[in-house]
């Protein structure tokens, strides 16, 4: 089958052919028709995880799929050949399967979830690991109606997703954004904006919201520069980082709780987000697509910014 995958520690991951997963007794697999970029997925395809994890190569790159059961084992149960299901990979050592290949296997550590009628392949593979994060994100700061929010990172996957979610809650959303990142935005419910080209955001914000703000999360920064965004937390306010930035002791000491979140996609957080997004109530924003042929672009696309998600289609 077509992969992309890394052939040892020492090269990036490529295109190539590699054996169809076998189906083992409580394993299904499922064929492949959208995946969708994470961070992880780039750092993975660089090499810069195998110092870190044990891998077993090839290693197939990538954590979210959609598809459809193509066989299973007589001891799977919950899903039937045909069934339409997306899902997650776990990123557990040794480091093997991956999304970004023609089928994954569907076994008892893969994270799978029916995926609704009413939404794409596309749209439901790019829900997982970025949705996920997004709920925990929101679950970590435990805020109140009208307290408010500044969300660093709020066009991106994470960001985009985060942001309705805490409007849906009734939070007033603060989202750095770009001039012509704006509109995009305050349609997903962003009540105002920061331009991060035009200077110190933490200054910015602090002007137009002298008392403070309840929370703040971050998808973006990381250590060296969070500090100065956390300042504007109020006491018995939340932090709530991606990338380990979060010093929960030192907050601690200023009467703020930190939280570094580790996204933790499960089935139950996958079924709520489908079925948000199937009825609308969740904008799945789709930035680009690319055969898995170009790969290698679709990453370049994700650290170049995005509006959404980068799907990889099949």
């Known amino acids: 089958m077509k992969a992309f995958a890394l052939e040892s520690s020492d090269r990036p991951a490529r295109i190539m052919d590699i054996p169809k997963p076998e189906v083992g007794e409580a394993d299904a697999l499922v064929a492949v028709k959208a995946a969708s970029v994470n961070g992880i997925d780039v750092y993975q395809a660089m090499g810069a995880l195998t110092g870190m994890m044990e891998h077993a190569f090839p290693t197939v790159v990538g ?19 045909g069934d339409a299901v997306f899902g997650f990979i776990p990123a557990m050592p040794p480091l093997k399967s991956g ?20 939404l794409g392949f596309s749209e439901a593979a790019a829900l997982p690991l ?22 660093v990172g709020a066009t991106g996957g994470v960001g985009s997703f985060a942001v309705q979610l805490a409007a849906q809650r009734g939070l007033k959303v603060i989202a750095t954004a770009l001039p012509d990142q704006v509109e995009y935005v305050r349609s997903l419910g962003a009540a105002d904006t ?3 080209s035009a200077g110190n955001v933490a200054a910015a914000v602090r002007s137009r919201y002298p008392d403070g703000i309840a929370a703040l999360i971050d998808v973006v920064n990381r250590k060296e520069t969070l500090p100065e965004l956390t300042s504007l937390v109020r006491q018995d306010g939340h932090v709530a980082t991606l990338m380990g930035a979060a010093d929960v002791e030192q907050l601690a000491a200023s009467g703020i709780s930190g939280t570094n979140v580790m996204a933790a996609p499960t089935a139950e957080k996958l079924r709520l987000l489908a079925g948000m997004a199937a009825s609308g109530e969740l904008r799945v924003q789709i930035h680009a697509t690319f055969p898995i042929d170009r790969a290698d672009e679709a990453l370049q696309a994700f650290q170049a910014g995005t509006r959404g998600k980068v799907i990889l289609a099949f």
Do not use: M, W
């Not at 979210?64 to 059961?69: E, I, L, P, R």
């Open 99 to 118: 999304a970004f290949a023609e089928f994954v296997p569907g076994g008892p550590s893969a994270v799978l979830a029916p995926k609704p009628a009413g």
């Open 63 to 81: 954590r979210d799929f959609a598809g459809t059961v193509e066989s299973a084992g007589p001891g799977f149960r919950g899903f039937a050949v």
């Open 130 to 151: 970025a949705g996920s994060a997004a709920l925990d994100l929101l679950e970590a700061i435990d805020a109140r109606k009208g307290d408010i929010v500044l969300i």
């Open 194 to 196: 920061i331009d991060y």
